[in-house]
């Protein structure tokens, strides 16, 4: 191991030192507690501690690291009180997640530190969001992400790399290869040699850096980082390392051969440091046991203080009112003057007067730029709002919903459009799994709207046509909007984008050039979680949403019913259920109309409440009309038979007869 030819100060390298024991040490305290019963899970990243300390010491301070769960040199780099890091791990209010989330699950804005989510790839784009905000800003940051070799299998590590190669983000991706994905080596990961090789695929610039020798770490990562700083652009970097104990310490390291534990175990990072800082003479014997005195005591000073902390309490408020991150809704009254215009029209105008009123809200979707979006939704914002804030993504789901978590993690606003609503499949885990739990987790806005065109009666079958929206309402942590007409729509967006949580925005595309409405000028907003009453009546209750409720105000006029009280619920989550309770109170007799199949959709959950909630006040059984249990079929026959239409008006005689 070259450790000579190094230009780094004695200071430094005596600092890299103290942190590589500093973290090698808690890591063997770790290892005690752990067969004591006294932490229950422990992923150890002995062997490997000279990537994460030697990173962390090459970036500055406010510069943002995105660790993964072997990575414990960059929290205690970046000075995290150790009794927090304890108390973390054992789930009490000291640690950063409030005892909801354990290990390195969590993330510190205070030391720019966002930690993973365990699906691991989402991570990687996150670091593109936070890259972006930077850029944007004209700050000369750097942002660095780590991954494992096994994660890097996964399709986010290639959407992360490709967008920000073609973004010039200044990313660092780090690959931590440690040689296995829990028991998987690396030659059942992949084919190619080197990771790094995969960096020219991207049009990146890649090295391989020895992950065990912490001065060519630091050197390698302090002279990219420089550089990037200048001239912004993404570096993929592997690190060769080893995993010398168990993928978590109960599943053991059986699968290894012994000679490859043996061949690492002599390139131990920390042992091999140390021999040539003595040789050197940088590192003295008296020194070496002074500083392993003090962090000894560190250690069981800070121990004792998570320990003697009591364990967290369950309240249920508190915990249910952390789900959401608290937005105080601003209203802002419609004008009187309006014109009439079609729902498309609406929510373009909606997105563009957001855009002109928060200059940190961001676009990012495919062809949305200069094409203008598929639907044209977008069409003319680019020459208003230019390039930087109107972005052409590739085609990668996944990887935009991660950026745009990055981007409100650092202050800014996004809306994403997905193409289709059918599309978001591809960009699914990093909604419910990142944007979903990042604020009942750690705090964190998932500023973020994902808009939605979905829906069938177009003819555009089984991938084109789909109302998703049941997707997300049985996600906590979610919204959901799913407006009928250009005025709810307009003003729903515009909420959808001041409210700092996640919304999912749903516009039926069949809907956005065939209604049309009074629109009032201007900016405006209107209130989530409050259905409107479109029609007032006494001898029975529908209540729907979306494309539901132009059937219903169809079916209701051409079968002459008037007697009926007729409710548009605008948004589901949250769901106006005060205003259902109150219309089925009052007619006895409730139809609940969805596009969506009815399994397991939001009806069937609306029935669900009228059934525990209004029982008394029922003169007729709870009926549901909803799609057919299949996909959504192509030709115009069959799609007219999957929806319920056809089957609304029977099912509206027999309630009215009942
Ligand atoms: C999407 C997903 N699939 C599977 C897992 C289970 N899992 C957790 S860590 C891990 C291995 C990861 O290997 P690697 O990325 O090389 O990191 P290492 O643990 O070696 O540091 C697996 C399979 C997961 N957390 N998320």
Request: aromatic residues 10%.
């Amino acid at each position: 191991m070259d450790f000579k030819s190094h230009q780094i100060s004695e200071t430094t390298q005596l600092r890299l030192f103290k942190d590589m024991l500093l973290s090698r040490l808690i890591e063997e305290k770790m290892l005690i507690l752990l067969r004591q019963g006294k932490i229950s899970k422990w992923f150890s990243g002995i062997g490997q501690e000279a990537v994460a300390v030697g990173l962390t010491a090459s970036l500055d301070e406010d510069e943002f690291i995105l660790p993964m769960h072997r990575n414990l040199g960059v929290f205690t780099g970046r000075n995290i009180p150790l009794y927090r890091l304890f108390s973390q791990w054992q789930g009490k209010l000291s640690g950063f997640t409030n005892g909801r989330d354990r290990s390195f699950h969590f993330g510190s804005k205070e030391h720019h530190i966002v930690g993973m989510i365990s699906h691991l790839g989402p991570q990687l784009g996150v670091a593109n969001g936070i890259a972006l905000s930077h850029l944007l800003r004209g700050d000369k940051k750097v942002t660095a992400v780590f991954t494992g070799e096994g994660a890097t299998s996964e399709g986010d590590f290639h959407e992360a790399l490709n967008i920000a190669a073609v973004w010039d983000l200044p990313v660092l991706f780090c690959i931590e290869n440690n040689g296995y994905g829990l028991s998987t080596p690396t030659a059942e990961q992949y084919r190619c040699e080197n990771l790094a090789d995969k960096g020219p695929g991207y049009g990146m610039e890649s090295h391989i850096v020895d992950g065990n020798n912490v001065l060519e770490v630091y050197s390698k990562v302090s002279e990219l980082a420089a550089d990037l700083r200048d001239h912004p652009r993404p570096v993929l970097l592997e690190f060769k390392t080893f995993r010398m104990r168990g993928h978590e310490e109960a599943s053991g390291t059986k699968y290894v051969p012994q000679n490859l534990m043996d061949h690492w175990a002599a390139k131990d990072p920390l042992e091999n440091y140390t021999q040539y800082l003595r040789e050197a003479g940088i590192l003295s014997e008296a020194l070496e046991v002074a500083y392993k005195t003090e962090i000894a005591h560190r250690i069981n000073d800070h121990l004792e203080k998570a320990f003697s902390e009591d364990p967290v309490v369950f309240d249920e408020t508190k915990e249910l009112n952390d789900v959401y991150y608290k937005y105080d809704y601003k209203h802002i009254e419609k004008n009187i003057e309006v014109k009439n215009i079609r729902l498309v029209d609406a929510i373009s105008e909606g997105l563009n007067l957001s855009m002109a009123r928060h200059s940190n809200l961001i676009l990012m979707g495919q062809d949305i730029a200069e094409y203008g979006g598929v639907f044209k939704v977008t069409e003319g914002f680019l020459e208003t709002y230019g390039k930087e804030r109107v972005r052409n993504t590739p085609i990668c789901e996944s990887a935009i919903v991660s950026t745009a978590m990055g981007l409100a993690i650092n202050g800014m606003k996004a809306v994403v459009e997905m193409q289709f609503s059918d599309f978001v499949s591809s960009g699914f885990n990093p909604i419910v799994n990142y944007l979903a739990k990042v604020h009942y987790r750690w705090g964190q806005p998932a500023d973020v709207v994902i808009r939605m065109p979905c829906g069938a009666g177009v003819g555009a079958g089984p991938f084109h046509s789909q109302t998703n929206e049941a997707w997300f309402t049985k996600v906590p942590g979610l919204k959901v909007a799913y407006p009928a007409f250009p005025e709810d729509a307009k003003g729903l967006l515009a909420t959808a984008i001041n409210d700092p949580n996640p919304v999912l925005f749903f516009e039926h595309k069949g809907l956005y050039r065939s209604v049309y409405g009074d629109v009032p000028e201007g900016y405006y907003t209107i209130p989530f979680g409050k259905a409107a009453q479109l029609r007032e009546g006494n001898r029975l209750s529908l209540i729907t949403y979306g494309a539901g409720v132009h059937w219903a105000l169809e079916a209701l006029d051409e079968m002459g019913l008037t007697d009926v009280d007729l409710l548009d619920l605008r948004t589901l989550c949250p769901l106006d259920l005060e205003a259902v309770f109150r219309s089925v109170r009052k007619t006895g007799k409730v139809l609940l109309l969805q596009e969506d199949t009815l399994f397991g959709g939001v009806m069937a959950d609306v029935a669900a409440q009228i059934g525990e909630h209004c029982f008394e006040s029922l003169d007729a059984p709870v009926k549901r009309v909803g799609s057919l249990e299949m996909p959504v079929p192509f030709a115009r026959s069959l799609e007219a038979g999957f929806l319920p239409q056809s089957r609304l008006r029977s099912a509206l005689e027999e309630l009215w007869a009942y």
